[in-house]
């Protein structure tokens, strides 16, 4: 029981620990889209630009890149009041849901054998074997204590992935062509 205990306790504080830490990591947003002249787009947060490089992180990566490979720079600042801004609700912690899933079956595990073992220990108990009944009933009641602290940590890994966050992201309108040359526009919601 104490080592159960113990288990749930540390099980507790990590995914505690977990979500503050993830809670606290705060994403650069990327402030600015390059069209290339040989038709990739890169997309990240300008760290400095003059008159000969644009210097660009994307994703923990910097990138250097001279004026004769670019053949546009679209920023937050060149769009204006054209960007549209949603506000969009995002579930970082989603993967916990998982967790729930996994704990929750081996919760209803537990408490499957658990009436499992009071059965066998009403049956054995009509036929006189009080020892066997005994321990069986001990096995059914630490399988019930094991269901219960798996569905609590069920309970909690479900309340974990439900967590949301607010976050207004921009709209920008991107203009295109099908194959065709029949032109498009379209919404595509990054920065």
Known sequence: MKFLASWLLLTFF??????????????????TRLYLFDGSIV???????????????????????????????VTLESLGAGAKTISVKDYPYISF??????????SWLQFDR?????????????????ARAKKLEGKADRA??????TAVVSVGS????????EETKR????????????????AVYLF
């Open 114 to 130: 658990a009436s499992d073992n009071e059965k066998e220990a009403i049956l054995n108990r009509t036929h006189d074997q009080f």
């Open 144 to 149: 019930r204590v094991y269901g219960w602290a």
């Open 43 to 73: 997309e990240g947060r300008v760290i400095e630009k003059d008159n000969d490089l644009v210097i660009i992180r994307v994703n923990k990566k910097i990138f250097t890149f001279e004026y004769e490979e670019i053949e546009k720079i």
């Open 171 to 186: 709209v920008f309108p991107e203009i295109g062509s099908t194959g065709y040359g029949t032109p498009t526009v379209r």
């Open 97 to 106: 849901m998982g967790g729930a899933v996994a704990f929750g079956l081996l």
């Open 158 to 165: 479900l309340g974990i992935s439900l967590i949301s966050r």
């Open 14 to 31: 990590v995914g505690y620990f977990e979500v503050l830490y993830a809670q606290s990591i705060n994403p650069v947003r990327a402030n």
